[in-house]
Every structure is written in C-alpha cells, then in structure tokens.
C-alpha cells in the first residue's frame, strides 16, 4: 500500500472577549499540518470501523493505475520535472483539438502535489490537479509573449515546455527568450497550450488577457487531471514511463556582485 500524505489548512479564529454579548473576530490565522504515517502508529480501532465502509469506495475510485513514473518528480522554480512534464503534456495533447502549438505553459500555483515513483494512481493525478482547470490554447503576438515570459521571470519561473529556453536575473529579469530555438520575434504570432485559468491574467500573469482565436473546452472531458492521465495511459500502450528531466529552460543567470571582481 502506498503512504499517503494529506495535508490541510488549519483556521484559528481568535476572538476578542468583551462584555457584550456579541464577539468580534480580532485575527485569522493559517498554518498547514501534514498527515502521513507518523499518525498511524497508534491506530483507533474505533475510527477504522467507522471508516471501513467507506475506504472500499474510495480505494475503488483512487486506487486504479493510469500509468508508471521513472522517478519522483517535483515542480520547482526556476525549473522543476513535474512543471517541465506538465507544460509538455498540454504540448502533446493539442493535437487532439487540431492545434499546432509554438509553446506550453502551466503554472506553478496549479500543481498541489508530487509524483510518486513508480505506479500512478488516479489519486496521484487528483493530488498534482485537483481543480477544475481544463486545457485552452489562445495566440500572443511575440511582444505580448515576451511580456509574459517577463511576468514568468518576475516570480523566478512556471511551467514551460520543452520548446522554451529563458534566462533571468537573480532580480527577476527576462535576459533572453527563445522559443524552438530562435529568438523571440515581437512582430510575429505565437500559438500556446495552457489552462482557462490563466487566460484571465492570473498568478501574475496578466500579458494572457492579450490572448486572440481563444480555443477554450468547457466540457469536463477536457480537464486538466482526465488529459494527464490519458498521456499516462498513452505511455503505458507504448511500454514505457512517465520522466522528465532538468533541461535549461529556466536558467537563472548570477550577477557577479562589484566586491567579488
């Protein structure tokens, strides 16, 4: 069985006494506390009858395989394996909806979880995309593009595909951009995968609301955790693993500082 670590926000309200009857909230506090096995060592026996019935329904919906990872893969900026594998997804399934995409983008703020090594479950792909974020594909003109990727460069990284390579100061700004190897063209048009959400210009990526010929699926079918787990599957058909390695495509370019020359 596989260790399964949950993690959930705890809220404490302070309230302020008085002698009226009412109470007023003076301050939120929020804190994550992580759930995995140091909390099993003494098992309620009461709790896991309570819970029985239900384990068998959740196990049967969480617990199917979709797929095989070559090692544990993480979403770190500037550049992460799991962020580098789940732009490069939204590349492999645009043509699925008869796209021909320059670039991939996915957020870090959308990734919740890790990927395991080893099998994949359905729970895996749920933990790493548990919203309801489906697939889109929008045009930015080369300058608007380059204005995103300076909005990327700002917050020291996302999610980039394969095609991308940028380099970014220690201060958060874009060095150079090039995208399948050529320089970033500010008077031609660039064609991208990513989520809805993004298109709005959020996580701090406003130059998306610049987005034209916007191709966004709302049926449930095109969300983000349902594709992911087809390229899994997809994999598996082919005998192989889901991996992902650290390429270049974010790299951080240290300034030497005045005393160190």
Known sequence: ???IALAFSAVVLALCSSCRTQYEVSSVQRSTILIDSRYDVNPSGEAAAFLKPYKHVVDSI???????????????RPEGTLSNLLADIMVWAS???????????????GVRADLPKGPITYGDVLDIAPFENKIAFTT???E???ELFDEMAEVGGEGVSHSVRLVISDDGDLVSATVNGQPVDPKRDYRLATIDYLLGGTDKMSAFKKGRKVNSPQEV???????IMDYFRHLTKQGLQA????????VVKHEKKKDED
């Open 62 to 76: 969480m617990g199917p395989v979709v797929g095989q990872s070559a090692k544990y893969m993480t979403a770190e």
């Open 140 to 142: 930015l003109s080369g």
């Open 144 to 146: 608007d593009l380059l």
């Open 1 to 3: 069985m596989n260790k």
């Open 221 to 227: 079918s095109n969300n983000t955790r349902f594709i």
């Open 95 to 109: 043509k699925n909806y008869g796209e021909t995409v320059d670039l991939g983008v996915y957020n870090m703020g």
């Open 243 to 250: 991996d992902a390695e650290i390429e270049g495509r974010i």
